[in-house]
Nanobody, 131 residues
Framework: QVEVKESGGGLVQAGGTLSLSCLASASGFDDYVMGWFRQAPGKERAGKEREGVACINWSGTYTDYSPSANGRFTISRDNAENTVTLQMESLNTEDTAMYYC???????????????????WGQGTLVVVYS
């Protein structure tokens, strides 16, 4: 069982930066792939799946990003501290969403940005980008 908790969301002007953190309480943190997902306001009610933003493998040596995040966001992890960070730059209003940290079992050397591969989810942290 893994509990994850996000922090760092808030209000930021377009073009700005924001860093989200996720703390996982689990022994064997490095047995898990970690990911960040997001859901824009109203999308949950519409039945839309959460959008994968970035994931990182157990050792931090492999990462994957969505096309919208690639080049602007950076995911990293610290296995000694049980933390995962999502550094976001050049934010725009389309990045406004609830951001969720998730953990899933590690099945190899890579990670995949599909929500069904992640079993444990946090409550989310809200990011609002204004122009």
């Amino acid at each position: 069982q893994v509990e994850v908790k996000e922090s760092g969301g808030g209000l930021v002007q377009a073009g700005g930066t924001l860093s989200l953190s996720c703390l996982a309480s689990a022994s064997g943190f490095d047995d898990y792939v970690m990911g960040w997902f997001r859901q824009a306001p109203g999308k949950e009610r519409a039945g839309k799946e959460r959008e994968g933003v970035a994931c990182i493998n157990w050792s931090g040596t492999y990462t994957d990003y969505s096309p919208s995040a690639n080049g602007r966001f950076t995911i990293s992890r610290d296995n000694a501290e049980n933390t995962v960070t999502l550094q976001m730059e050049s934010l725009n209003t389309e990045d406004t969403a609830m951001y969720y940290c998730a953990a899933g079992p590690s099945n190899g050397a890579e990670c995949e940005l599909e929500s069904f591969r992640f079993e444990y989810w946090g409550q989310g942290t809200l990011v609002v980008v204004y122009s």
